[in-house]
């Protein structure tokens, strides 16, 4: 399988990510963007949004470009920093790519970053996958 056929694929099944809103931007073997609106509903208590949705944006980010490869991969460890808050409407993209990897592990940055500003980083995400045995 190609790159877009995987993440296509994977998206098909994957219902928290379309519940999210997200849309595929670009797809390629060891990259994926991905973008969404921050909706009503994915603010919390402050009136901003939860930082769960930041980092569910840029873990699917994680999964289709780690998956894209054409091996299938699980994340094993992940972080986030949050640097910027934000508020209903925002539309933020999550930029995926492979820094490094061994035949087992993949090491991925996500930078997740206003739309209409992409020099505003609102979020800094790290991920780490293993890569099976099992290919798409």
Known sequence: MQAAEIVTT???NDYFSQWLGITILKQSEGTCKLTLTIRKDMLNG????????TYSLADSALAFASNSKGRK??????????????????EIIADAFCET????????????????????????????????????
């Open 73 to 90: 991969s699980v994340s094993i460890e992940t972080s986030i920093s949050h640097i910027i808050s934000l508020k209903e409407n925002d």
């Open 46 to 53: 402050f009136g901003i949004a939860h930082g769960g949705i």
């Open 101 to 136: 990897e061994t035949e087992k592990l993949g090491h991925y940055k996500i930078n997740v970053f206003l739309k209409n500003d992409p020099s505003k980083i609102v979020a800094l995400f790290k991920g780490i996958v293993y890569k099976t045995s099992k290919n798409w």
């Open 10 to 12: 994977m998206m098909a």
